[in-house]
């Protein structure tokens, strides 16, 4: 079991689409009953990425107020949470291999930040039936919500792009970083990535005198346009074998790549929960 967090410097760097990216891949390629949730306040991005998917897998459920993560703080303040408590209130994209977590809908942000702890229990509870769990958390330090999950994650994920300000901001500005940074493991996701670029990783690397692991997601106009189209894992399904001469092939492996890092940094044998290519 394990807990990845998704995280950025500030908003703009990809974090939702990263998170959507690898949690199709990881649903559609490997036998792991994953969650991905976005606790984050009047922001329902994610649950968009995923629009087409959801409104055919859970027509009636998906009209539904007061589930997601507002029902599971219900239930937590009323110490019903138990193992399946979080999966029944979840919506599933691919059946047992992927569900979302619905946003909150809260419109006072004073009070979903005051519900810290209370997002931790529901994700710890979350933990006790997925085997993994993938946070697309709020950017910056500001937020206590994010400050407690990245405590509590077994990896964050750091999204940054080839910006140059953005670079120097994560490298430069240490007292801006959440604190756990400093004690967790993380790793660097330079998202929409160009290999043409001066700032290619080789590059980052030698400037900031970083030894740290850089992974990459290239540009991809067919990606951003599912994004944008709320079929997320429509475009993953019709890429899943293509061939090396297909234009998304490099966008494909890349993601497959991240997603086998991220899966071992947290102790999940990817040899073992492979599903054979072609398999649904």
């Not at 007061?66 to 949470?81: C, P, W």
């Not at 400093?182 to 990535?193: A, F, T």
């Not at 709320?230 to 297909?246: A, C, E, L, T």
Request: charged letters at 25%.
């Amino acid at each position: 079991m394990g807990q990845i967090a998704f995280w950025g410097i500030q908003h703009g760097l990809g974090v939702t689409s990263n998170t959507a990216a690898l949690a199709s891949i990881i649903g559609m390629d490997y036998q792991i009953r994953t969650l991905c949730s976005q606790p984050q306040w009047s922001d329902n991005t994610l649950e968009s990425s995923f629009k087409k998917s959801i409104n055919r897998g859970n027509p009636e459920f998906y009209n539904m107020s007061g589930t997601g993560l507002d029902g599971l703080e219900r239930a937590v303040r009323a110490g019903k949470i138990e193992r399946d408590t979080v999966k029944n209130n979840a919506l599933f994209i691919e059946r047992d291999r992927l569900d979302l977590l619905r946003g909150s809908e809260k419109s006072d942000k004073s009070q979903f930040d005051n519900a810290n702890e209370i997002m931790r229990i529901i994700y710890n509870g979350a933990k006790e039936y997925y085997d993994l769990v993938l946070l697309d958390v709020h950017s910056g330090s500001n937020s206590p919500v994010t400050n407690t999950l990245l405590e509590d994650s077994d990896l964050i994920v750091v999204c940054v792009n080839q910006n140059i300000h953005v670079l120097d901001k994560f490298f430069k500005d240490k007292e801006s970083l959440p604190k756990a940074l400093l004690r967790k493991p993380h790793v660097l996701l330079v998202g929409q990535y160009d290999p043409e670029s001066k700032y290619k990783v080789r590059n980052i690397a030698n400037k900031y005198s970083y030894k740290g692991p850089i992974l990459t997601l290239p540009y991809n106009t067919s990606f951003k346009d599912h994004l944008n189209d709320g079929d997320i894992k429509g475009f993953i399904s019709r890429n899943r074998n293509i061939s090396k001469n297909h234009e998304n092939y490099q966008f494909i492996q890349d993601l497959r790549r991240n997603a086998k890092y991220i899966l071992t940094e947290v102790g999940i044998n990817t040899q073992v929960k492979m599903i054979e290519r072609g398999a649904s």
